[in-house]
């Protein structure tokens, strides 16, 4: 994740650690950045692949729901954030970013947010997105979806 500046946005990675949870149906993975640099990476099955929201759902009961299946989620999290912290006398990462295919979830945000203290968007740090060729625009609008590739690409790259 340190070469995010090889594409748009070029410039220095300011010197904030970070969380990047990579949500999908049935598997979360967190990342996280101690200024800008790999600190740990952790993965854990969720159960989110069943999770709809129906017409004329109380908004209030998917919100609830989605925050209880995300219970797990938020309970890891807390357990690396503390780990971080223990090395760095008590300061936790600075925003915690979503992506992965259940990033356009409704209320997602507004929920890591209260579970976790921690600011928290969608997307990649530094308002980070990939460019896509003409064959691959139709993929544009779901870019946050494909977290995990962007990891692997960078990697290989």
């Known amino acids: ?9 070029k410039g220095e990675i300011p010197n904030l650690d970070y969380a990047i949870v990579d949500l999908g149906k049935v598997r979360a993975e967190f990342v996280l950045l101690e200024q800008g640099k790999f600190f740990l990476y952790s993965d854990m099955e969720i159960g989110l692949d069943d999770l709809t929201e129906t017409e004329g759902q109380a908004d209030d009961t998917f919100q609830n729901e989605l925050e209880d299946r995300l219970y797990p989620v938020f309970n890891t999290l807390n357990e690396f954030l503390y780990f971080f912290s223990s090395r760095h006398y008590g300061k936790s990462v600075d925003e915690i970013f979503i992506t992965g295919d259940c990033a356009d979830l409704p209320h997602l945000v507004e929920l890591f947010e209260r579970n976790m203290g921690i600011p928290t968007k969608v997307g990649f740090p530094r308002e980070w997105k990939p460019v896509f060729g003409k064959a691959a625009r139709k993929y544009g609008e779901c870019w946050m979806k494909y977290g995990s590739l962007y990891g692997l690409a960078l990697r290989e790259g």
């Open 1 to 9: 994740y340190h070469q995010l500046d090889r594409w748009e946005g």
